[in-house]
DNA sequence: GTCCTTGTCGAACGTTGTTCGATCAGGTCG
DNA sequence: CGACCTGATCGAACAACGTTCGACAAGGAC
């Protein structure tokens, strides 16, 4: 197989086209904005987690390379914080109703965990990350115009959204682990509870007498149950410092 | 140069000594045990932070490299498991006292957090993890005599080692980040909180009235203050659950 | 001496985040 | 029109990562 003279080398893959021949390197695909970057990185958590989640996947998924990236994206850590405020942003307030805010304050945490969960295991940005956004004063203003009325002390409102954020936050994360990490291993939730449920049994009675008659309601309870009691905890907290709980 | 048979091929990059001539190769180093690689990593972690712990820096750590540790450990995974058992293994439990339940788990949420701080950003491997270990069971076990005399239901004490683990670690866990991650950028904690201070202030007056009130608030309280504030509520939100709230 | 088990370790594989330099498209100015 | 600049794109490469593989060593059992 001879060559002329000023033809390219071709290697076994593939003979390229010449330059002129090429088609323009984003034909036929959506302008790459900071916008459509995230979304398609959302995307690619939904369909395979944050551990899925790569610069190389997501260039992939808007039909181009992980560098091209780079120009609309500081870097990875960027793009998440991106991520997180798009998430947040699913967010939607009622009309806040002092005389229900203990329900109000309830659903409000149910839809924040609904949302962080329907996003697979998007909840691990949640921790350690403030929405830089309107949405942060947006919430903080809507609790304060619900828990005022209420009587609950300014200084108390003022810290109660990142309590909240925080548990929450930190629960749907927990959820979306799983109960892989837990040994390093491969056993189903199931089978790490039964073990863990077998091993508590085996210790001597008189030293864990409790622990060995609730061992059921310890590893058992479903996560919507054991959600909801963080969320009553507090609630029953801040209920303390209303002057007026009835709103 | 001839190679008698027998002998090994060397490469370009040096003349291998002979076997009888070469030192064993765990020479001169404590023996490598998991427990001796737990410990190694948390060496690493306390020294460089959760980002620095590789298996090639634990190996260097001990003298040796990356490959040996599987041996012991399963993968990296399991290894943060066992750091982290190690790390709760530090936690010491005070003679339950019904009489100061509010003093004593406000002390024991101080002491966890303490420990998981003391090594840098260890708090990280504390969400979605259970110590399976003993300390499971002992914890569980003071909580009950601690707060049953209280008049605290069963189910509520079960599920509160849950939520206050869940608070503390994750309370650590954001106290870790800082504030490295909030713009993928290169701000110091003053200049991204007084930047969003801005920001809040700049709203317009008549959506934010009450945000803008207590943006010093908001902003402002060192996080032992905050910690503290959770943990009160938590406590308060405790007490409403007893029949004898003083013990 | 031969075999097996328990460890040890260098080299390699595939993947990651990120950077560099070349290149292109489109607009602006002389 | 051509020269120049700027915004944007992208292939190739780099260093570091977790993990695997196969070769090898030491020590005990028969």
Same mark, same amino acid.
Do not use: D, E, L, V
């Given at each position: 197989m001879t060559q002329g003279a000023g033809t390219r080398w071709s290697d076994a893959s593939g003979v390229p086209e010449p330059p002129w021949r090429r !088609?323009?390197?984003?034909?036929?695909?959506a302008p790459l904005t900071r916008e459509a970057i995230v979304e398609a990185a959302l995307r690619v958590i939904d369909a395979d987690g944050m551990d899925g989640l790569s610069m190389r996947r997501v260039g992939e998924e808007l039909g181009?390379? !992980?560098?091209?990236l780079y120009w609309h994206v500081r870097n990875k850590e960027q793009l998440l914080q991106l991520v997180f405020e798009r998430v947040i942003e699913e967010m939607q307030l009622p009309e806040p109703d002092p005389a229900r805010w203990r329900e109000q304050l309830s659903d409000l945490a149910d839809q924040m965990r609904a949302i962080l969960t329907s996003h697979r295991d998007v909840a691990r940005l949640s921790l350690g990350r403030i929405p830089s956004g309107p949405m942060l004063a947006v919430v903080n203003e809507w609790l304060f115009t619900l828990l005022k009325p209420v009587g609950i002390p300014d200084n108390v409102i003022a810290y109660l959204g990142d309590v909240f954020s925080l548990y929450v936050g930190g629960f749907a994360f927990e959820e979306s682990l799983g109960t892989a990490s837990f040994t390093g291993g491969d056993l189903s939730p199931e089978q790490f509870f039964t073990m863990l449920k077998d091993y508590v049994m085996s210790l001597p009675a008189e030293l864990f007498p409790h622990t060995q008659r609730v061992v059921d309601a310890l590893f058992g309870g479903g996560p919507d149950e054991r959600f909801a009691f963080g969320i009553d905890l507090m609630l029953r907290g801040l209920a303390t410092y209303a002057s007026d709980p009835e709103g």
């Open positions: !088609a323009p390197r984003s034909a036929g695909r181009t390379g !992980a560098a091209s």
